[in-house]
């Protein structure tokens, strides 16, 4: 089993979060490290953020643009509603615990995944992730 690298410090990291979110508190927030993407709840610092593989990352938010809704899953990530409302993103890896995010700080994200803000894409190719709905 691979585990995935240590995280380098949250000050060392440039954290990003969807337009919409802009102070408002509390998001879902996106970081570059190398091959690798980080995500993270703005609200909870101290829980360690999400590993996903580029590839994995870049799948899941083609996905969410598909779809648009919860609950759903990629081979990695999946996305549920829990009973109050809030949405809970879960690494498949089980490497950490998930994140839970309110209804309207994952309405700002997938606000932002559905306009295309490249730093939620963290530098992936939006043409290459998006797939042939025609298959």
């Known amino acids: 089993m691979t ?3 240590p995280v380098p410090n949250a000050d060392d990291v440039r954290w990003h979060t969807a337009r919409a979110s802009s102070g408002t508190g509390g998001c879902v927030e996106i970081a570059e490290l190398g091959d690798l993407v980080a995500v993270r709840d703005s609200k909870n610092r101290t829980l360690a953020p999400h590993l996903y593989p580029r590839t994995a990352w870049s799948e ?3 996905r969410l643009r598909q779809v648009g809704t919860v609950p ?3 081979d990695r990530i999946r996305v549920d509603i829990t009973p109050a409302g ?3 993103l879960n690494d498949l890896a089980g490497h950490v615990p998930a994140h839970t995010y309110t209804a309207f ?3 700002c994200f997938l606000d932002g995944v559905r306009n295309l803000e490249p730093e939620l894409a963290c530098s992936c190719s939006f043409a290459a992730d998006v797939t042939n709905s025609q298959d």
């Open 86 to 88: 809030a949405v809970t």
């Open 3 to 5: 585990v995935p690298s």
């Open 105 to 107: 700080e994952w309405d």
């Open 60 to 62: 899941f938010t083609a």
């Open 72 to 74: 759903f899953a990629t």
